[in-house]
């Protein structure tokens, strides 16, 4: 056969092909819309399944990144010590923490002190507040923690100085019109000077949440803290280090100094290694959004089901179309092509108004739980690729069914 006429006859076999399969595609199309209820309920599933994998894995994943940021804001290079103490001994003394200081690969040491007391400017008093006592050491590496204002510095330690910084809700509520800064303070009787004005946001790290208070909060230096709290010890700090890659080496020899102050009683203390922290909770989300995920795509493979129900009914009921379209020359393939674009026509069409549903949920419940919302593009093709996988698994075996029929039994069953 000459070359010219193969050509002609491949394009003619080419272009046979795309007519075949625009007609399928055009045949699926008004099927599905002249069933227009039973093709949404079909759809159903398949939405509702989209939705909740996006949904889910898009709002955990903004849970997941708004606790990581506050635990990376206490520092993936911070060590946390909190003293239970024994019947000889409950704290640390200040002695006991420069020693501490002075161990190897440790920036410094940022003790804590909590308690409550009254706050008094003029006539306006506040009998409840929250009352934290921190060093120089807290403020570094916070440029968030300060609205207006300066933080503790070195010097007010030193020094002893009796100066304090105030959240907005004191700032309110006891300085209405007028400006806190350089504003004389009495706290539980002893006077102290407002040197700066905490923003709301600023402190918003996980191991400080409990200290959070509708009663207002404010800080102090440590020392004076311990002082009205009428205590000589801590029983509560942060070790910053030099090096993070050090940490099991540094952590060992605070728990050797412990070991050795408490005697080694069991439970005198509890030790929390931030990085260690962080890589555990990161792992324990990406298991929970795994198996959000899995319990999510259950609904998808309803949905799939919903689809094979639907296809299997809608060749019961075109079983004499088929038969006489077999008849008339109509090959199985076409036949099988064109149900089972039908299939993925409805999985189709369920995963891109499930992703539009599930991406608007996220969002609103962003809002809600007021997490930053970002778009998990991971979420939306697993969604996309398993609804369209649906509508290929669950609406091949019923295009299959179609496409063997017998043309004889088919019109016969009319």
């Known amino acids: 056969m000459p070359a010219g006429s193969a050509k002609y006859l491949m394009a003619i076999s080419q272009n046979r092909s795309n007519v075949l399969i625009k007609e399928s595609i055009k045949m699926s199309w008004q099927n599905i819309v002249s069933n227009k209820m039973r093709s949404f309920l079909t759809i159903l599933g398949v939405l509702i399944g989209v939705a909740s994998v996006i949904a889910?894995?898009?709002?955990?994943?903004?849970?997941?990144?708004?606790?990581?940021?506050?635990?990376?804001?206490?520092?993936?290079?911070?060590?946390?010590?909190q003293i239970i103490g024994t019947p000889y001994k409950d704290g640390l003394t200040y002695h006991e923490l420069e020693e501490l200081e002075n161990?190897?690969?440790?920036?410094?040491?940022?003790?804590t002190l909590t308690l409550s007391g009254s706050l008094s400017y003029g006539d306006l008093v506040d009998e409840e507040a929250v009352i934290e006592g921190y060093n120089e050491n807290y403020f570094k590496n916070k440029p968030d923690l300060v609205l207006r204002g300066r933080g503790l510095n070195l010097?007010?330690?030193?020094?002893?100085?009796?100066?304090?910084?105030?959240?907005?809700?004191?700032?309110?509520e006891l300085f209405f019109g007028t400006d806190p800064l350089n504003q004389?303070?009495?706290?539980?009787?002893?006077?102290?000077?407002?040197?700066?004005i905490l923003s709301e946001d600023g402190d918003s790290s996980v191991m400080n949440a409990q200290s959070e208070s509708d009663e207002g909060k404010v800080i102090i230096p440590y020392d004076t803290a311990m002082h009205l709290a009428g205590t000589g010890t801590i029983k509560s700090m942060d070790f910053i280090l030099n090096d993070s890659a050090n940490t099991d080496a540094t952590i060992a020899s605070i728990e050797q100094y412990l070991d050795k102050l408490f005697r080694n009683e069991e439970d005198s203390y509890r030790l929390i290694d931030m990085k260690q922290l962080l890589e555990t909770m990161n792992s324990m989300t990406s298991i929970l959004t795994a198996a959000l995920a899995g319990i999510a795509s259950i609904s998808l493979v309803v949905g799939g089901i919903g689809i094979m129900n639907m296809m299997l009914v809608s060749v019961k009921e075109r079983t004499s179309e088929i038969g006489l379209r077999k008849a008339l020359g109509a090959d199985p393939g076409r036949i099988q092509l064109q149900f089972l674009m039908e299939s993925i026509f409805l999985s189709v069409i369920g995963g891109i108004i499930g992703v539009i549903l599930g991406i608007t949920l996220s969002v609103i419940a962003s809002i809600l739980l007021g997490i930053v919302f970002q778009i998990s593009w991971g979420a939306v093709a697993l969604g996309v690729c398993f609804s369209t996988l649906v509508g290929?698994?669950?609406?091949?075996?019923?295009?299959?069914?179609?496409?063997?029929?017998?043309?004889?039994d088919a019109l016969r069953s009319q």
């Open 392 to 408: 290929i698994l669950f609406g091949w075996a019923p295009a299959r069914n179609a496409s063997l029929l017998n043309p004889i």
């Open 184 to 196: 004389t303070l009495r706290i539980s009787g002893t006077v102290f000077t407002v040197v700066g």
């Open 56 to 81: 889910l894995i898009t709002i955990v994943q903004g849970i997941t990144d708004d606790l990581t940021s506050q635990f990376s804001d206490l520092g993936s290079d911070t060590v946390n010590v």
């Open 155 to 172: 010097l007010d330690m030193e020094s002893k100085s009796r100066v304090c910084l105030i959240d907005e809700a004191i700032a309110k």
């Open 103 to 111: 161990l190897d690969n440790i920036k410094g040491v940022s003790p």
